[in-house]
């Protein structure tokens, strides 16, 4: 257990239709990382918050976003979702913003239909 | 972008040495390489990582070239639990913050 939950475990909802997934850091932790790991394009970077703020921005969509709470949990948002955007959305938490261990959740499988 | 390429399947005995490759011809001088392993239905678990030098942990070593275009995990005895996909994983600091650029992982399999 690395001490990073995320909800749901499974989604299925409908192409064109939003949903939210929600990430709950490691405590302590500051930085939270999202990624999207699907069967053709494998594991890709997403998005990265810190302490509230968006630090870096990988292969996000513009149909996704996501914000991290004073409370430092996360959410991720998908929204006029495609068949394609099936996938496994993995969110990892981590101590500061540099070179350190990043800890992942289990991740939250969507599946659009 | 940054690209790492690493063999899409690897075979080990138990208790012998896997030596994983990756290449990163891309590379760039500020560029932290990264691996991660992910076990089947789980999140990635951290493995190892380092900038030059070779690094050594209580998982395993990770062995980088001197021009640093490619780098090797070495894990030292090869257990059933360590059968998983393993990434070699580039993270480059930028104006933009962090980038994570991920290989496509090889599978390990670990034959009692």
């Known amino acids: 257990d690395s001490g990073v939950t995320q909800t749901p475990k499974h989604l299925i909802t409908a192409t064109g239709q939003r949903v939210t997934l929600r990430c709950s850091p490691r405590?302590?932790?500051?930085?939270v990382y999202w990624y999207q790991q699907s069967l053709d394009q494998g594991l890709q970077f997403l998005i990265q918050y810190y302490n509230g703020e968006e630090r870096a921005k990988g292969n996000i969509l513009e149909r996704f976003s996501a914000q991290q709470f004073p409370d430092l949990h996360s959410e991720l948002n998908l929204s006029s979702l495609e068949l394609g955007d099936s996938a496994l959305y993995f969110c990892a938490s981590s101590v500061r913003q540099g070179q350190e261990t990043q800890y992942f959740g289990p991740g939250t499988r969507l599946l659009v239909l | 972008d940054a690209k790492t390429t690493q063999p899409n399947s690897m075979e080990s005995n138990e208790e012998e040495p896997v030596h994983l490759p990756c290449n990163h011809s891309?590379?760039?001088?500020?560029?932290?390489i990264h691996w991660y392993r992910q076990l089947p239905s789980q999140g990635p678990e951290y493995v190892i990582h380092g900038l030059t030098s070779n690094v050594n942990n209580r998982m395993a070593s990770l062995a980088i070239a001197e021009d640093r275009k490619s780098s090797t995990l070495i894990l030292h005895r090869a257990t059933l639990r360590d059968a998983a996909v393993y990434y070699c994983?580039?993270?480059?600091?930028?104006?933009?913050?962090?980038?994570?650029?991920f290989g496509t992982g090889t599978s390990l399999t670990v034959i009692p």
């Open positions: 891309t590379i760039s001088g500020t560029d932290y």
């Open positions: 405590s302590g932790d500051l930085s």
């Open positions: 994983i580039l993270r480059r600091m930028g104006n933009t913050g962090n980038q994570f650029y």
